[in-house]
């Protein structure tokens, strides 16, 4: 079933979902059970997977000259969608993305989705690449996630890259976006993130997934901004604890998002990495019940390969 249709059929109950990263190459399905078992309990009507481009270094070698060394793999998105959709019987959503993609390879993508019976994905753009200072995209492939969106949504409407096919068979996915609370951070300000977001719904996305936020407020003024532009999909938040030291700077580096005072203080005032676990676990509780007395159709949890902590989150707002 389609993403959108959960919502729909919900008649107003916010839904749980989560988000799964595949493992680095060289392990094994297990690793994604081990996550995903303990959360089924919760019902979740789908799970996004996200996808990775390769990450390179470059290594000087004895000669002087630099070699480009892949150093994370984390491949198998479709693969995995698929064991998901037969161990657990629920919908997946791979998240596709621009980079590293030429046209032909998304449109490839597609059809292997298709014939999967996976007919829901979110598109993306995807960051550039570490050794690049800003994203390229491939010399085929797309430079925005709109262009991605308007791809699927032509061969919805049965529109291949080869005009020669006629008539093409018409897949029928449903089309996620992402949305950011905080504004994303090439755009030089809200109204112009909001006006490309907007043009990725009227290419044909059908509801938008956000950014991760620790300040229910930026949600809720994104909400309303989203409805003031004329952008009427459903917009899920998605949640991420913040339990660790080290994510005080890694997650507004990586992320671009602002980590409220209090969150921050409460942090550096506990003493030890379980008083510090639990006061991002009660604040990412904290969040949730709020936002689902708001009546958001959906909690989109980011799992980080940490099922306990997704777990007692839930529990406590159940
Ligand atoms: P776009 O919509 O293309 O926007 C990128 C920037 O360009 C924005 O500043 C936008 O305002 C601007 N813009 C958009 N269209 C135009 C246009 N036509 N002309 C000029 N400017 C324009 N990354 C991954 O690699 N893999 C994942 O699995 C993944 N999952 C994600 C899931 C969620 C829910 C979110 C929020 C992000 C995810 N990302 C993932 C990160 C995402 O790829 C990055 O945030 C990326 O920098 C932007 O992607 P986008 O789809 O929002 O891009």
Not at 46 to 65: C, L, N, P, Q, W
Not at 84 to 111: K, Q, S, W
Not at 157 to 165: A, P
Request: with cysteine; proline share 5%; aromatic share 10%.
């Amino acid at each position: 079933m389609k993403v959108t249709e959960y919502f729909e059929k919900a008649n107003g109950k916010t839904l749980i979902s989560f988000e799964i990263l595949p493992p680095l190459k060289g392990s094994g399905m297990q690793d994604i059970f081990k996550v995903l078992d303990p959360l089924m309990e919760f019902k979740p009507p789908f799970i996004d997977v996200t996808y990775h481009r390769e990450e390179f270094v470059y290594k000087r070698r004895a000669s002087g000259y630099y070699e480009k060394t892949a150093i994370r793999k984390r491949p198998g998105t479709v693969g995995i969608c698929a064991a998901i959709m037969h161990r657990y019987g629920v919908d997946a959503v791979p998240h596709l993305i621009c980079g590293g993609f030429t046209r032909e390879d998304t449109e490839n993508a597609l059809i292997d989705l298709n014939f999967l019976e996976i007919n829901n994905v979110l598109a993306l753009r995807g960051d550039a690449q570490q050794f690049e200072s800003k994203f390229e995209r491939e010399p085929e492939g797309h430079e925005f996630a709109l262009d991605l969106v308007k791809q699927i949504a032509d061969m919805n409407q049965g529109k291949y890259l080869d005009l020669d096919i006629e008539n093409g068979q018409k897949t029928d996915f449903c089309i996620g976006i992402a949305g950011y609370p905080e504004k994303h951070f090439e755009a030089p300000n809200m109204e112009s993130d909001l006006h490309f977001t907007k043009k990725k719904v009227e290419a044909g996305a059908n509801y938008i997934v956000t950014q991760m936020f620790f300040d229910n407020s930026k949600f809720f003024d994104y909400v309303e901004r989203c409805r003031q532009a004329g952008i009427n999909v459903p917009i899920v938040p998605g949640l991420k604890p913040l339990t660790k030291l080290y994510q005080l700077s890694s997650i507004p580096r990586h992320f671009f998002v602002h980590l409220p005072n209090d969150l921050v203080d409460a942090i550096l005032a506990a003493k030890t990495a379980e008083a510090r676990q639990e006061v991002g676990v009660e604040w990412c509780i904290a969040q949730s019940k709020e936002l689902k007395a708001a009546g958001i159709p959906c909690l989109h949890y980011y799992t980080m390969g940490d099922a306990n902590t997704i777990r007692r989150i839930i529990e406590a707002i159940d």
